[in-house]
């Protein structure tokens, strides 16, 4: 069973839903759901996690969609929304990464990412 996204005006993932396999019956799926729908649907796959098929098989879209993430029309792939605009859009996961990596710590500490100073701050929990 194939699976699809229904996006907003803006490419962000409204709905996810089930729907009959790719080119089942002859059809069109993707074109069908979104005439029926009024809103585009994108196929997306249950088993594709951060570009890599989950069961060694060949990821699509670079991630399941879920509702909030983005449809990215150049990767051709659902992206999650950008968090801070200092973060880098990693094209083979589909996350952005922080310009500075997470301190190693944080079994012990707490950290936030402080986008004023790009910086990640210890928080007292």
């Not at 699809?4 to 019956?25: C, H, M, S, T, W």
């Not at 989950?54 to 659902?78: H, K, T």
């Not at 999650?80 to 990464?97: A, C, K, R, V």
Request: proline residues 6%; negative net charge.
């Amino acid at each position: 069973m194939a699976h699809y996204a229904q996006l907003d005006n803006n490419n962000i993932v409204i709905r996810v839903f089930p729907g009959k396999n790719e080119a089942e019956d002859g059809i069109d799926w993707e074109k069908h759901y979104t005439e029926i729908t009024g809103y585009t649907c994108k196929r997306t796959s249950y088993n594709t996690f951060q570009g890599q098929h989950l069961e060694e098989g060949v990821p699509f879209r670079i991630n399941y969609a879920w509702i909030g993430c983005v449809y990215s029309q150049e990767l051709d792939g659902f992206i999650e929304q950008q968090p801070f605009p200092s973060w880098i859009l990693n094209p083979i996961t589909g996350y952005y990464d922080p310009p500075k990596q997470k301190p190693e710590d944080t079994e012990t500490y707490y950290y936030e990412w402080n986008e004023n100073i790009k910086e990640w701050t210890q928080v007292l929990i």
